[in-house]
């Protein structure tokens, strides 16, 4: 089947530096692309999203770059706080199917 | 989200056992999922409803049931607990038309 960064690295920064999470996809008609945060205990929280008509996206604190091409995404903290500690996952949907693909997610470390 | 709940949060069973697991929500969405969450693994779909009267096999949908009560109600039924169930069951609603899914806090099952 199709996957979506099956492996959970761990990615230790300093607080107030930036961080870089990756996420790689496989499904080509992929067209919708999400970020989640999971905080031990919590269900998944909605970072941010992106659809495939763009290649980046940004909220607060955070952006998303899509690259189609090489069918990478990827979630960019800037100065990254101890409050940003947590699993982040991506997710992939063709529009319409309202259906995710899930990956297993990279554990972020902030460190004091 | 504050907004979708899940009931109970933690449970512990025995093999064999019929047990119940509720999501309500109060955003006012018309689609619900069921999803659980393994160690190592992304979140996989075991069932979702578009509407009160709409129910859809997800992925992983042997051994599990659901019933959709109403628009805000959807729950989880695991007909004769087995431990290989054991795992975090995340609930999750969308807005027909919206691709976003927003989750429950979850709940940490156990089957011994």
């Known amino acids: 089947g199709e996957s979506v960064g099956l492996h959970l690295p761990t990615l230790s920064v300093q607080e107030g530096d930036n961080s870089i999470i990756n996420c790689a996809y496989s499904?080509?008609?992929?067209?919708?692309f999400i970020w989640y945060k999971q905080e031990s205990g919590k269900g998944p929280q909605f970072i941010i999203d992106i659809r495939s008509n763009m290649d980046k996206r940004q909220g607060q604190r955070v952006t998303v770059l899509l690259n189609k091409t090489v069918k990478h995404l990827s979630l960019q903290i800037a100065a990254t706080q101890p409050g940003d500690s947590a699993v982040y996952f991506c997710a992939e949907s063709v529009s319409g199917t309202y259906k995710y693909i899930f990956g297993t997610g990279t554990r972020l470390k902030v460190l004091a | 989200d504050a907004d979708v709940t899940q009931t109970p949060r933690n449970r512990i069973t025995k093999t064999g056992k019929r047990i119940m697991l509720e999501c309500s929500q109060t955003k006012g969405h018309d689609r619900m999922y069921w999803y659980r969450q393994d160690p190592g693994l992304g979140l996989r779909l075991i069932y979702y409803s578009f509407d009160v009267k709409d129910i859809n096999k997800g992925e992983i949908s042997d051994g599990y049931s659901v019933s959709r009560q109403a628009q805000a109600k959807f729950s989880l039924s695991l007909e004769s607990a087995i431990p290989n169930q054991t795992a975090l069951y995340f609930c999750?609603?969308?807005?027909?038309?919206?691709?976003?899914?927003?989750f429950g806090p979850g709940t940490r099952l156990l089957v011994l």
């Open positions: 999750a609603t969308s807005y027909s038309g919206k691709e976003t899914q927003y």
């Open positions: 499904n080509s008609a992929s067209d919708y």
